[in-house]
């Protein structure tokens, strides 16, 4: 959403209109489109314009620190407990925070706090500044963000409590009852700022039912708009989010039937405020961080107006509840995170199809594209108007249920699929890497595969590719699994070299794409054998990603095909230092510990790697495992080792060798005859297996049988001699 969010104020600035029909796309061109968020996009594009996407950066930090300054002023109304003031901030901070994107409802957030602080100041002070700027304030709400139709409802929950204080009240005492006009100026105000946006009352009408109807049936496949499970709010985990809005809810419908115990009719109001965010939070989950903003006031106001009536040692309690769940959940989560966040531009491409865009841009390619969902604001931001998409995420403020249902049958009907094609004119195709409409895009001659990126490719019309004179990736295909390709083809050595041409190409228009780059690298060192160049790839991929496990890897192995062991095994370790479960690297580093005859390092590494796959493991493992345990002297561990691996291993010569390392077992613990067992079955599935020979001889000679001794020893010299 944040790129077509700037394209929009990109579009603004450059017609100097607010627009009312869709400009973006070839399926809705021209059709009516309500802009909810304008006053938002031409922030977000002047900021982007001057500062770059690193000032969007500091605008998002800005607009937050704006919320929680304005916030804490409003808590600091209620009460002077500073733990519990700073506690509420960091609980709504913990439920916000998945919701802090550079997107209009982040400004939304400012709005409802400054809209309730001077509320707050209005209903207490009455002063006509007061009620201009709260004006002032929900207009600047109303053209940023479509959660401006809340509003009414919050001032309707003060004053429906204003009312039922005073039930037994008569109507003329109500009516001439201060707060009570107060409440009803901000109403009324309200109601007709609301009217204060280019598009008039039909602005209002489509904030408030949009999402319904056929609408909700669209958000039902949109993540952000997904319901809250009620019985998600019985979960009290600290350490998740879903914990904290738990912690919300439930302190404060406890404090409410506190006051509700304590005869406190201002109750009421809370109530309301309650039920209506509670509503909107299982509805659609992402309002909880807009609750976090509107309950944080009433857990304040509720726990001062009973304050005075409860033990010291109760308020502390709450007070330390609610000041540390969300330290834990903060400290826990939202920290390491951010520091394991990658730089802006690797993300970017890795969510986004920026090489592709590359590409298109390269070869001056337009028309119009088919393209994944999530996708479209990202090609709108760059490729707009040379090229216009077939979806984006305005749906359904631009795209009609039925239509982001017929994007949805696509995947499930090739049939339609090319039917839309001769409909729309389609020139270019841009999906996920593995997706069914591009395997099945490239059995077909009519479409050409031409490039791929990180996470999509690109299909053109095979007339246009044709025409272009850009080549069709013939061999290599992003969803194919490369070591298996190799397999297949590793007496195809034409087939492998063009298949590296066909990568080289990719990554001389997209130096940074890590798959083609790592790919290649596999390509070089298994199917074509050279080391060196494979290598120098496999730098390159370490140093596009640094905290890929798999990067690390890869050099390891080639590392280890080259027989430089010790840099392999330092590759490997970085690997396993990123992700400590990354089971090849784990492998491998047992392998090589024990190849070094350092047993203890290989016995660690081979257990956690059993630990991880389990019933997976492969017969070498076991093997090792039994050799290592019975170098470290741990005998009974090894025999139950070698057992394991004699199951699972079918290949003769392998099995003997397997029961001679169970011979030797029994023979360290002075079982002689099944010592002799073992290594005669090694005896019967190899006969040139040396060892058992040897140490069958030597097995004889301790259980004093010296004839059956001199015997074997006699076969081993034999031999030995060859």
């Known amino acids: 959403d944040p790129w ?17 029909v869709d400009p973006f796309s070839f399926t809705m061109l021209g059709k009516p489109w309500i802009d909810l968020a304008w006053l938002f996009q031409i922030l977000e594009f002047g900021v982007y314009e001057i500062f770059g996407f690193y000032g969007l950066v500091a605008l998002k930090v800005v607009i937050v620190l704006l919320a929680f300054y304005f916030l804490y002023r409003l808590l600091v109304f209620f009460t002077e407990n500073l733990y519990l003031v700073f506690g509420v901030l960091l609980l709504t901070l913990s439920i916000a925070q998945a919701r802090f994107m550079v997107r209009p409802h982040l400004l939304a957030f400012l709005w409802v706090v400054i809209f309730l602080y001077l509320f707050h100041l209005y209903f207490n002070e009455g002063r006509l500044w007061q009620v201009l700027l709260l004006t002032v304030v929900y207009v600047l709400w109303v053209n940023t963000h479509g959660s401006f139709v809340v509003a009414p409802f919050l001032v309707g929950a003060f004053l429906f409590g204003a009312l039922l204080e005073r ?12 707060s009570v006009r107060r409440i009803g100026v901000v109403f009324l105000v309200v109601i007709l700022a609301s009217l204060c946006n280019p598009y008039g009352f039909k602005y209002v009408t489509f904030a408030l039912f949009s999402h319904r109807g056929m609408g909700q049936e669209a958000t039902r496949y949109i993540a952000e708009w997904h319901r809250m499970s009620f019985y998600r709010l019985f979960t009290f985990n600290p350490l998740t989010r879903i914990g904290q809005i738990a912690l919300l809810f439930w302190v404060t419908f406890l404090l409410i039937v506190v006051n509700l115990f304590q005869k406190n009719l201002r109750a009421f109001t809370h109530i309301a405020l309650f039920s209506l965010m509670l509503y909107l939070s299982l509805k659609h989950g992402r309002f909880a961080a807009l609750a976090g903003f509107v309950l944080a006031p009433s857990i304040v106001c509720l726990y001062s107006q009973v304050a005075d009536d409860l033990s010291l040692d109760f308020l502390r309690v709450l007070s330390l509840i ?10 826990f989560r939202l920290v390491p995170s951010r520091l394991d966040s990658p730089e802006l531009g690797r993300a970017v491409s890795r969510n986004y199809p920026h090489g592709v865009v590359k590409f298109i841009r390269e070869y001056d390619l337009r028309g119009n594209m088919f393209n994944k969902y999530g996708y479209g604001g990202f090609l709108i931001w760059n490729l707009y108007p040379k090229c216009r998409v077939f979806i984006d995420g305005r749906t359904p403020t631009v795209y009609p249920a039925d239509f982001y249902w017929l994007y949805r049958m696509v995947y499930k009907d090739e049939k339609l699929f090319e039917d839309l094609v001769n409909e729309y004119d389609i020139s270019m195709v841009i999906e996920k890497l593995d997706s069914s409409i591009a395997k099945y895009l490239a059995k077909d001659n009519r479409w050409r595969l031409v490039f791929f990126d990180e996470v999509t490719t690109l299909f053109l019309r095979a007339d246009i590719a044709d025409k272009k004179g850009i080549s069709a990736l013939k061999y290599y295909k992003p969803w194919m699994d490369i070591e298996k390709f190799i397999e297949k083809n590793k007496d195809k050595k034409e087939v492998l070299d063009e298949t590296r041409k066909e990568l080289e190409r990719v990554l001389s228009v997209y130096s940074t794409n890590l798959k083609a780059t790592t790919d290649l690298g596999i390509l070089l060192s298994e199917g074509l054998k050279d080391y060196s160049n494979a290598i120098d790839v496999l730098k390159r991929a370490v140093k596009l990603d640094p905290r890929s496990p798999n990067a690390w890897y890869n050099l390891g192995l080639v590392y280890k095909k080259t027989k430089v062991e010790s840099k392999a095994i330092e590759c490997f370790q970085k690997a396993i230092s990123i992700n400590k479960d990354f089971d090849p690297a784990l492998y491998q580093l047992g392998v090589l510990n024990c190849k070094a005859k350092k047993y203890k390092e290989a016995y660690s590494f081979l257990s956690r790697y059993v630990a991880i796959v389990g019933d997976r493991t492969p017969p070498d493992v076991y093997e090792r495992l039994g050799l290592a345990s019975f170098k470290l002297l741990h005998i009974k561990e090894a025999i139950r080792f070698f057992v394991k691996s004699l199951y699972l291993t079918h290949d003769t010569i392998k099995k003997a060798k397997i029961y001679v390392n169970l011979g030797n077992c029994y023979f360290a613990i002075g079982d002689w005859v099944s010592a002799e067992k073992n290594y005669l079955h090694a005896i019967k599935l190899d006969e040139k297996c040396k060892d058992a020979y040897y140490n069958l001889s030597k097995t004889y000679e301790k259980m004093g049988e010296k004839a059956k001794a001199l015997k074997y020893f006699r076969m081993y010299e034999s031999l030995e001699k060859g």
């Open 4 to 20: 077509w969010h700037l394209a929009t104020g990109r579009w603004i600035f450059q017609h100097l209109a607010i627009p009312r």
């Open 167 to 178: 039930w037994w009240w008569q109507v003329k005492e109500i009516a001439s009852d201060l």
């Open 322 to 331: 609610v000041l540390i769940f969300p330290i834990i959940f903060l400290v």
